[in-house]
């Protein structure tokens, strides 16, 4: 499976096509137009987009699917949490799906690999380093989302620091990182815009 990722503009569109390990395969900027998207393609195989929601997207949408591409909508609601801009809010959003399959925030951090690693003997538990198991993609976007966002939010920000002072910096990273992962959850089911709090 081959990915695109579509910028639409009026004008003309910003295509980036990857494998399914996310290697690059080409890039570039088209007219908007079927018979230059069709000409960007040919010779790709199964291909899905990725497209950013905004006010075009819907025909947009239309357009690659008569061309017979899947094509999956980022989640507008998602770009409302800090940290999550253009690129990792699309890559959040194909990473999730289907929100449904999660039961609860706990499920999405299991799926993207942000739970400690816990090994118990007798009465003692011990907590390790985050699983290896997991969605990279997801962890690695809610990993970098964690700086910009502590940056934009107050009360991210107090979390954060609280962690670092008492358990270092990688673990308040994936701690937040959590955070943020549980912000998405209750976003995208509740069908709301996070406000930030700014101090």
């Not at 990725?50 to 947009?60: A, L, P, Q």
């Amino acid at each position: 499976m081959n990915y695109v990722g579509i910028d639409h503009h009026r004008q003309y569109l910003h295509l980036t096509l990857m494998d399914q390990m996310g290697q690059v395969l080409r890039s570039g900027r088209v007219p908007n137009l079927q018979a230059e998207i069709a000409k960007f393609l040919e010779g790709t195989e199964a291909v899905e987009a990725v497209i950013e929601t905004g006010r075009s997207s819907y025909t947009m949408v239309d357009v690659l699917e008569e061309m017979g591409v899947a094509v999956k909508i980022a989640h507008p609601l998602v770009r409302t949490i800090p940290g999550f801009g253009k690129f990792l809010s699309v890559l959040v959003t194909v990473e999730i799906a289907d929100l449904t399959r999660f039961a609860d925030p706990a499920h999405l951090h299991a799926y993207a690999g942000v739970i400690p690693s816990t090994h118990s003997s007798g009465d003692r538990t011990h907590h390790g380093k985050i699983v290896r198991a997991g969605n990279r993609w997801l962890r690695w976007a809610a990993v970098e989302a964690v700086w910009p966002a502590i940056r934009a939010d107050f009360d991210l920000r107090c979390f954060y620091e609280r962690l670092a002072r008492g358990n270092g910096a990688n673990k308040a990273n994936v701690a937040t990182a959590r955070r943020l992962l549980t912000i998405i959850y209750k976003v995208w089911k509740e069908g709301r815009n996070y406000i930030a709090y700014r101090r």
